[in-house]
């Protein structure tokens, strides 16, 4: 399992519209197969910073089954227009305790 984590920036004001565009995309996200979770989150310090959790499969789902695909078209047709730039996305593996 692999963790993709998205910084999103919002556009100032957006924070509301983005939230309910986010409500609408998110069965694009969790119909993808390998998609195992999904979470955003909101910034309290800074309430226009939004963090996306998402638990895929492997990266390899995530990039082909996802961003390779017409969901991520219309997933960020939904909620691209409120983004303050490019989110900052990453994976992540658990660390072994």
Do not use: K
């Not at 993709?4 to 998110?26: K, N, S």
């Not at 997933?75 to 227009?81: E, F």
């Amino acid at each position: 399992m692999v963790l993709e984590v998205a910084l999103i920036d919002v556009i100032t004001g957006h924070e509301d519209d983005f939230a309910a565009a986010y409500a609408q995309a998110r069965p694009i996200i969790t119909g993808a197969p390998g998609c195992r979770s999904v979470r955003m989150t909101r910034g309290i310090e800074s309430p226009s910073r939004f963090v996306l959790l998402v638990e895929w499969d492997s990266v390899e789902a995530h990039e082909d089954n996802f961003r390779a695909t017409e969901r991520f078209e219309q997933w960020r047709a939904l909620i691209g227009p409120h983004f303050a730039g490019p989110p900052n996305v990453e994976h992540f593996v658990d660390v072994p305790a």
